[in-house]
């Protein structure tokens, strides 16, 4: 067996990135705990503490309770010490708040607007930096970063957009644009990424080690964590389950192909479906058709509109075919529907199970939950930040 024999450098920089990590667990503990949990010696984690302190990542929070002697001073991250401005693209808008060390959010706000080059995802992007910047002077200084969510096909290690058809961007390296004009690293994020982190760190998947994430909206998208780390496939790999077909002779598809899931299930086939409901007569509330969303079909449905209502029934078990073959492949211990369907208060997740529990090995589907993910976007932008956070900062100790 191969012992590697570390240097007092090299040990007293792990040592400091394990009190670091257990000050972030517990967010508030004394110096007495770090020297309990972490195994070191009380002059040890003192002397660390008081480095961190006095780089400004740590400060003294108050004065905790006493155990019979000396009462303890507390200790915590100093949640200021570095922030995240994370921002949430999509083609009718941006959404964008400053997320601190406790991935704690402020100032978020949402900006309508039309996405729909690199030009106008660039320009939307900078505004949302600068009134970030406005809004939290003494912020200002201590970004760490800025995160970006994007639908479509993303080069993870450069932060290039290689394809999305929804903002109509290609061979775009939107990372080292937004740095070249901020001096500010950039990191981007596949969109169904952005939102399995945050489901899996603040959402409905706490704890789950193995599970799915898929969003229904202008398309359908797939994300997956596995063995508790976010899958990725390849440096520009991701699962594209929108473009699995499900009928070969079906609707002609954006990829070229036929019949993909995404032309079936997603806003545009919904918003025609109604169309044609309502042109055959039949009975909805719903009057004006034309600048519909999936959001709004979502609305009239929980109000029991019987077209709408008819026609999301339909979309549970279509996407049920793809969700029961998603589970035939990965196994997953819980599925997440995000986007506007998360929103239908009626039995849309039942349909949608029992259309798995009848296609999927029953062995896979009895172990799998299906869960709408949590209302919001709140949960992606915190998760983007806590990512770089934990990857660069927070990062695990390795020998």
């Not at 020297?35 to 070191?40: N, Q, W």
């Not at 409901?277 to 999936?294: A, F, P, Q």
Request: neutral net charge; contains cysteine; charged residues 25%.
């Amino acid at each position: 067996m191969n012992i590697r024999k570390l240097d007092q450098e090299t040990l007293k920089n792990l040592n400091r990135q394990i009190i670091l990590n257990y000050i972030r667990k517990y967010r508030e503990i004394s110096r007495i705990d770090l020297a309990e949990h972490t195994k070191l010696s009380p002059t040890t984690v003192s002397s660390i503490t008081s480095e961190l302190i006095q780089k400004g990542i740590v400060t003294e929070t108050r004065i905790g309770e006493s155990n019979g002697g000396r009462r303890p001073v507390m200790v915590g991250i100093n949640p200021m010490s570095a922030c995240i401005i994370t921002t949430i693209l999509t083609p009718k808008g941006i959404r964008y708040a400053l997320a601190d060390l406790n991935c704690d959010i402020y100032g978020e706000k949402y900006v309508k607007c039309t996405i729909d080059s690199s030009d106008k995802a660039m320009d939307v992007i900078l505004n949302s930096i600068q009134d970030i910047k406005g809004g939290f002077p003494d912020a200002a200084g201590k970004i760490y970063g800025i995160t970006i969510s994007i639908p479509g096909v993303i080069d993870h290690e450069e932060g290039k957009v290689l394809y999305s058809s929804r903002l109509n961007i290609k061979d775009f390296n939107m990372a080292s644009e937004v740095k070249r004009k901020t001096g500010i690293d950039c990191y981007v994020f596949k969109d169904t990424d952005a939102f399995i982190l945050g489901e899996h760190r603040f959402g409905v998947a706490i704890g789950y080690e193995n599970f799915v994430y898929i969003i229904v909206e202008n398309g359908v998208g797939m994300s997956y964590i596995n063995s508790g780390k976010l899958f990725k496939p390849g440096p520009s790999g991701g699962f594209e389950l929108g473009h699995m077909t499900i009928d070969s002779n079906g609707p002609e598809c954006s990829c070229g192909n036929r019949g993909c899931l995404g032309t079936v299930v997603s806003e545009i086939p919904i918003l025609n479906r109604i169309k044609k409901l309502k042109e055959k007569g039949y009975e909805t509330c719903i009057v004006n058709t034309d600048k519909l969303s999936l959001s709004d079909i979502v609305d009239f449905s929980n109000k029991n509109d019987k077209a709408a209502r008819y026609v999301l029934e339909e979309q549970a078990r279509l996407l049920g075919i793809a969700v029961a073959t998603v589970v035939n492949l990965l196994n997953p211990e819980l599925v997440v529907i995000g986007g506007p369907l998360s929103k239908c208060r009626w039995g849309f997740l039942d349909i949608l199970n029992d259309c798995v529990k009848d296609r999927a090995l029953q062995i896979y589907s009895k172990n799998t939950t299906i869960k709408f993910a949590r209302p919001g976007e709140e949960s992606a932008l915190k998760g983007m930040a806590d990512e770089i956070y934990e990857r660069d900062i927070f990062r695990p100790v390795e020998i």
